[in-house]
T-cell receptor, first 112, second 112 residues
Framework: QKEVEQNSGPLSVPEGAIASLNCTYSDRGSQSFFWYRQYSGKSPELIMFIYSNGDKEDGRFTAQLNKASQYVSLLIRDSQPSDSATYLCAVYGSSNTGKLIFGQGTTLQVKP | ETGVTQTPRHLVMGMTNKKSLKCEQHLGHNAMYWYKQSAKKPLELMFVYSLEERVENNSVPSRFSPECPNSSHLFLHLHTLQPEDSALYLC???????????FGEGSRLTVL
């Protein structure tokens, strides 16, 4: 079983729609969860992080965490073509070795 | 300069060459990382340095040798690499050694 699992996509949504990106993880002791966005040919950039169960909103982005189900998601409201990118889910493990584990990423395409 | 700077941005080397990748961060962060990004694979953590001390060596072959002379600089020395080592090598830094990483633009390595 992969430590952090994402559907590689591509996920295609029309402009203005809600894009829903999902991620599951295997380490039940994981403490913190991150979403990075990576445009083609660029490096990843942090867009959201969440530590507690529930929802966390930042502008058009909402991160959702359910530790019991070992599930984290990212919702993008009013999707724009500029949101087209690969979204990487990352999980900080329960040990103190500084190990941030990334998923493979989901490619999102927002069509005008 | 600001952020995390990596040089060179592109590198082509033969299997018998010795080269080095350089990373410099201007953010005052305490931790620095090397990640490897290959096509269709998740980001792979290679090395972590916290306050100039290596705290993670993620089973990386000895042909990759990291060096962290101070908290602002990180090197990855390369020798006798294999074609399968061709990838994007990303340097990152964080203030707390947790999952909030700032990435450089990466060094695209091709091993012939």
């Amino acid at each position: 079983q992969k430590e952090v699992e994402q559907n590689s996509g591509p996920l295609s949504v029309p402009e203005g729609a809600i894009a829903s990106l999902n991620c599951t993880y295997s380490d039940r002791g994981s403490q913190s969860f991150f979403w990075y966005r990576q445009y083609s040919g660029k490096s990843p950039e942090l867009i959201m992080f969440i530590y507690s169960n529930g929802d966390k909103e930042d502008g058009r982005f909402t991160a959702q965490l359910n530790k019991a189900s070992q599930y984290v998601s990212l919702l993008i409201r009013d999707s724009q073509p500029s949101d087209s990118a690969t979204y990487l889910c990352a999980v900080y493990g329960s040990s103190n070795t500084g190990k941030l584990i990334f998923g493979q990423g989901t490619t999102l395409q927002v069509k005008p | 300069e600001t952020g995390v700077t990596q040089t060179p941005r592109h590198l082509v080397m033969g299997m018998t060459n010795k080269k080095s990748l350089k990373c410099e961060q201007h953010l005052g962060h305490n931790a620095m990382y090397w990640y490897k990004q290959s096509a269709k694979k998740p980001l792979e953590l290679m090395f972590v340095y916290s306050l100039e001390e290596r705290v993670e060596n993620n089973s990386v072959p000895s042909r990759f040798s990291p060096e962290c002379p101070n908290s602002s600089h990180l090197f990855l020395h390369l020798h006798t690499l294999q074609p399968e080592d061709s990838a994007l090598y990303l340097c990152a830094s964080s203030i707390r050694g947790d999952g909030e990483l700032f990435f450089g633009e990466g060094s695209r390595l091709t091993v012939l």
